[in-house]
T-cell receptor
Framework: TQLLEQSPQFLSIQEGENLTVYCNSS?????LQWYRQEPGEGPVLLVT?????EVKKLKRLTFQFGDARKDSSLHITAAQPGDTGLYLC????????????FGTGTRLKVLA | ETGVTQSPTHLIKTRGQQVTLRCSSQ?????VSWYQQALGQGPQFIFQ???????GRGNFPPRFSGLQFPNYSSELNVNALELDDSALYLC???FGTGDSGNQPQHFGDGTRLSIL
């Protein structure tokens, strides 16, 4: 079974700071997706990365897929309180089982 | 475009009871997946339905079962409830051809199930 491990598990920073969240696996993924989840709500898709080495930007958020497609990172520039939430990476199990795997999550709190 | 809707939003049951959770998929989507999310953790894949058949299953016992209907809506049934079944149950829909692939999933806001 493929696993996705995220780090750090928790992060509390001041408004305006930069941060990076990591999503790592020992297995290759055909794609990875990043979601943000707020309390009482379902995860909301932020981005999908498909190609090794791919970089995607969404306003202040920069997503990168590792060259070997085993890892990904999310970088937030000048964090704002509205960025607070649970960040999840996820991807399809490529062992032929049609499972969809989520990472362990990074809980981010941005203080005003 | 109608998003994914789940019902009920909250539910309280006791050990040994049975529960049915419902999900209406986003319009245009033909695949539904169900997840269990314990407090403070990432969602765990329960199973996926495509063309009214189970198309993949995570590490959940047979007392977790489901259905998909011709209109692509879905139900999750859990029998013989246990205390550890307390969690947020999420439904996600996507348009696919039968594999979980690269198709983005759109989630509902979940059903919070509490077992006493």
């Amino acid at each position: 079974t493929q696993l996705l491990e995220q780090s750090p598990q928790f992060l509390s920073i001041q408004e305006g700071e930069n941060l990076t969240v990591y999503c790592n696996s020992s297995s290759v993924f055909s794609s990875l997706q990043w979601y943000r989840q707020e309390p009482g709500e379902g995860p909301v898709l932020l981005v999908t990365v498909v190609t090794g080495g791919e970089v995607k930007k969404l306003k202040r958020l920069t997503f990168q897929f590792g060259d070997a497609r085993k890892d990904s990172s999310l970088h937030i520039t000048a964090a704002q309180p509205g960025d607070t939430g649970l960040y999840l990476c996820a991807g399809p199990d490529t062992s032929g089982t049609y499972k969809y795997i989520f990472g362990t999550g990074t809980r981010l709190k941005v203080l005003a | 475009e109608t998003g994914v809707t789940q019902s009920p939003t909250h539910l309280i049951k006791t050990r040994g009871q049975q529960v049915t959770l419902r999900c209406s998929s986003q319009s245009g989507h033909n695949t539904v997946s169900w997840y269990q999310q314990a407090l403070g953790q990432g969602p765990q894949f329960i199973f996926q339905y495509y063309r009214e058949e189970e198309n993949g299953r995570g590490n959940f016992p047979p007392r977790f079962s489901g259905l998909q209907f011709p209109n692509y809506s879905s139900e999750l049934n859990v029998n013989a409830l246990e205390l550890d079944d307390s969690a947020l149950y999420l439904c996600a829909s996507s348009f696919g051809t039968g594999d979980s692939g690269n198709q983005p999933q759109h989630f509902g806001d979940g059903t919070r199930l509490s077992i006493l």
